[in-house]
């Protein structure tokens, strides 16, 4: 059964620096998401991205994250100058146009120190 | 504000046993309404969405629309139900149709 993958699955950057976290969406979906979900909250809605340009995004994605399908397969979040706060699960999901459900990725947690 | 809460953090129960989790949603039009899972080191998936009054696993969830709930039923939990379990309302505001998930229940279900 197809899968959303994610990339990698944890991931440990010094505060200040760029991380890109990757997924790989299923392959016949066109819809695309990031949620987060900090440790003992809820996961939250980041961003959706649909025929290569965002279609929502959250008051949480700020000038310091972005966005981008650099191919066909890949689509990546980029956090410019992580900060502390920024450590959470970060999870991938794609969507079958017409369809509604979700299918989520395994997470990247990200830990910044 | 389009809000979903659910009031337990942690439910506990014996197999067996019926299982409740609650969830009640707070939304402008009437949106679709679905119960994720996340097992122990797994994805989170779709359990089940109100549409489509289908029972997965045994759950089943009605939708309430006077008192704004979508609880989640089972009645003989069973060990392997133990999960983390999201209500999630969509919002189907332009083809976006992103997901706003509640806190989330950690129901674990002792032998």
């Known amino acids: 059964e197809p899968e959303v993958t994610q990339t990698p699955s944890h991931q440990v950057t010094q505060m200040g620096q760029e991380v890109i976290l990757r997924c790989v969406p299923i392959?016949?979906?066109?819809?695309f998401y990031w949620y987060r979900q900090i440790l003992g909250q809820k996961v939250e809605f980041l961003v959706s991205?649909?025929?290569?340009?965002?279609?929502?995004k959250s008051e949480i994605f700020d000038d310091q994250f972005s966005v981008e399908r650099p191919d066909g397969s890949n689509f990546t979040l980029k956090i410019r100058s992580t900060k502390l706060e920024d450590s959470a699960m970060y999870f991938c999901?794609?969507?079958?146009?017409?369809?509604?459900?979700?299918?989520f990725g395994q997470g990247t947690r990200l830990t910044v120190v | 504000a389009q809000r979903v809460t659910q009031p337990e953090k942690l439910l506990s129960v014996f197999k067996g046993a019926p299982v409740e989790l609650k969830c009640n949603y707070s939304y402008s039009g009437s949106p679709e309404l679905f119960w994720y899972v996340q097992y122990s080191r797994q994805r989170l998936q779709l359990l089940l969405r109100h549409i489509s009054r289908e029972s997965i696993k045994g759950f089943t969830a009605d939708l309430n629309k006077g008192e704004t709930s979508f609880h989640l039923k089972k009645p003989f939990a069973q060990e392997e139900d133990s999960a983390m379990y999201y209500c999630?309302?969509?919002?189907?505001?332009?083809?976006?149709?992103?997901?706003?998930f509640g806190k989330g229940t950690l129901l674990t279900v002792n032998p």
């Open positions: 392959s016949n979906h066109l819809y």
């Open positions: 999630a309302p969509l919002d189907s505001g332009g083809s976006n149709y992103k997901l706003t």
């Open positions: 991205f649909y025929n290569n340009e965002i279609s929502e």
């Open positions: 999901a794609s969507r079958v146009t017409g369809g509604t459900e979700a299918f």
